[in-house]
């Protein structure tokens, strides 16, 4: 990662990070993560093709989890979210549906087309699959949410970490997606992981201007993510729901939840995670496809109470204008 600036355009999968936001923090300085999640092995092939051109770059993979999902307490949430569907005019499919995010397809990809930097969310995977990687020339880094997370990472053999706070927008990283994130500030998680390894630290969560970047890196990481910071840029994928809310004076605060997807996630409050955060369940993918008409008709509809507002703590932060602005704002201080 010789980059400019020690500043990282983090992984945003379900549209946020396009192809242009990705060159735009690049051309600014930073080190752009590809969003792979959710793709096909094909949709992301030519996400890489494209981003061969403007040069170094990472790839981001959902790691896939081994949690059976019970199948009653499933039908059960799926009937607290009937009135909600029915509103919308969805059909709700009580049975659960899983899947691996293609994990093989996009690994059999990367092996035989590598790529600078492959970062993993969600959990680690066998050690043959961080080693295929790694004899393709890649260097594997693993998302870690807790200091223990970190030590098995690092005796896993990964070549980095991604260090992400509870204040991280977005699906948390945790290897247990059972675990209640409580709040907390990512800096004193950071200085933990530093005080395990001296591997490469990217820490992520919570950046809402320069000086909490200088304050991530003298808590020893090697460079900073921001994720929410660029949602409402020009080159964002978000929808135009997911920028409004984010800027509405609507929504005051921002919540861990897995009422969405089955998988802890940091988003704005709003309507839906008030509906249904009693009932919640953890059951992801299931959850996600469960629920994914139901957000796309209402992101669609301009509909923000029943869309997952990902976002971050710093979000009141997150201007509109292009991305290179914020990337250099950020480097203000250093
Ligand atoms: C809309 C959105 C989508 C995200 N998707 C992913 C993803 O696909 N993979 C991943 O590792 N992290 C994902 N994250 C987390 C970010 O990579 C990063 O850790 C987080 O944005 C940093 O915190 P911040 O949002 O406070 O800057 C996502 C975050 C957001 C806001």
Redesign the pocket.
């Known amino acids: 990662m010789n980059t400019e600036l020690p500043l990282v355009a983090?992984?945003?999968?379900?549209g946020?990070t396009t192809d242009e936001l990705a060159a735009a923090a690049t051309s600014a300085g930073a080190f752009a993560?590809l969003?792979g999640?959710y793709l096909s092995a094909a949709a992301l092939d030519e996400r890489i093709r494209a981003a061969r051109v403007w040069g170094d770059f990472g790839v981001?993979l959902?790691v896939p989890g081994t949690d059976t999902v019970d199948g009653t307490a499933f039908a059960r949430y799926a009937d607290a979210l009937e009135g909600e569907a029915r509103a919308a005019g969805v059909e709700l499919d009580p049975v659960p549906r899983t899947d691996d995010d293609a994990w093989h397809e996009k690994l059999a990809l990367l092996c035989a087309q590598p790529v600078p930097v492959v970062?993993l969310?969600f959990g680690l995977p066998d050690r043959s699959d961080i080693g295929r990687l790694q004899r393709a020339g890649t260097a594997v880094l693993a998302?870690v949410t807790t200091s223990t997370e970190a030590r098995a990472a690092v005796e896993a053999g990964v070549d980095g970490l991604?260090v992400?706070g509870p204040?991280?927008?977005?699906?948390s990283?945790t290897w247990d997606p059972n675990r209640r994130i409580t709040d907390g500030q990512t800096a004193p998680l950071v200085s933990a992981v530093r005080a395990i390894t001296a591997l490469p630290l990217i820490a992520?969560?919570?950046?809402d201007g320069p000086a909490s970047v200088t304050e991530l890196l003298r808590a020893g990481a090697d460079s900073v993510?921001?994720?929410?910071?660029l949602?409402r840029t020009d080159e964002s994928g978000?929808s135009a729901t997911h920028r409004a809310a984010l800027a509405s004076p609507a929504y005051t605060d921002t919540t861990m939840t897995r009422t969405f997807t089955g998988r802890p996630a940091r988003a704005l409050r709003n309507g839906f995670i008030a509906r249904h955060e009693a009932h919640e369940i953890t059951a992801y993918p299931a959850v996600h496809h469960l629920t994914r008409e139901l957000r796309r008709r209402a992101a669609e509809a301009g509909d923000a109470d029943r869309v997952h507002l990902?976002?971050?703590?710093?979000y009141r932060a997150a201007q509109t204008g292009p991305a290179a602005h914020v990337i250099r704002a950020l480097a203000a201080a250093l």
């Not at 990902?310 to 710093?314: E, F, H, I, L, S």
């Open positions: 983090a992984p945003m999968a379900g946020a993560i969003a999640g981001n959902f970062s969310t998302t991604v992400q204040s991280a927008g977005g699906h990283a992520a969560g919570g950046v993510a921001v994720g929410t910071l949602l978000a990902w976002a971050g703590t710093g």
